[in-house]
């Protein structure tokens, strides 16, 4: 969020929802942050901590929140490994896999830059991630559903909106294809082993579904933008394969998206705070009911 009085009265709206809703976790998918300084993350954290202590808060980093001052060339951790998480490289949450659920928390801002020094836009996946990812995706084979966060949609070709120019998120297109290609390995029953990829960072609500490589051998980085008379999206992901999804901010917008998860079934929604406290409905392809678990994942640059 920006550094500005609307971006936290926005944040402070969200937060009485989310209370409301009382959801088991919520997933901040970066960009705490206009410039990383201590006052910023500090009044951060002031509106954050009026979260019910009981609702499981997770954030991974952003590439504003690594941004000192604004300067494009000067990127710092301290104030995010000091005020949030001294973990910003590879989360696993894995304390609801009893109930068949497991996330997994990437860090998408580039990790090996060359000689510009410049990390904000590429959204890389490095090997070591994808190593990593790999070896976390078997590890939880019998999960009902593995869900991945990052900042950057590094799936497609949407950025930021506003830049007007080409933002393509990785040049990388071997590594794009592979972190895809994990993805969407197929489990005992064929479906993919992850349901679902939630990022921030475009300004925008949108999906994007793999639809096959082209003729280079890659898969089309085009995907599906959500219109205006598409905020409240709604869709039962119930035909098994991976959803990759980005979202609104809230320096932007009063929304958040509220992801419920009931067996191997998940349902997506986009809101804004004038819809308070949703109804859930989800179609259940299991019996058992205690598999609920509710998410809100609060999005964005």
Known sequence: ISASNESWENLEEIVDVINEIHPDILIVTGDLVEGATNYNYEKF?????Q?????DVECIVGNHDIR?????????????HYYISPQSDRIVIDKYYSRGYVLLGLNSNQKYFGISGLNDYSGEINETQLEWLNEQINSYDKAKQIIIFMHH??????????????????DNLTARDSFIDLCQQPDENGYCKVS????????????WEENGRNIYGHYPIIGRKLSPM??????????????????????DSKAYRLIQLCGENAVYRTYNTSHRKPLPTCLLYTSDAADELDGVDLGGR
């Open 45 to 49: 954290n002031e509106i954050m901590i």
């Open 51 to 55: 979260i019910w202590p009981e609702i």
């Open 68 to 80: 000192v001052d604004g300067d494009p060339l000067n990127h710092n951790y301290a104030w995010y």
């Open 153 to 170: 949609p590094v799936f497609s070709d949407v950025t930021d909106i506003f830049s007007g120019e080409d933002a393509v998120i990785s």
């Open 196 to 207: 679902l990829v939630l990022t921030g960072h475009t300004h925008t609500d949108g999906v």
């Open 230 to 251: 598409e905020r409240g999206y709604y869709n039962n992901f119930n035909d098994k394969k991976t959803k990759f999804i980005h979202t609104l901010s809230v320096r």
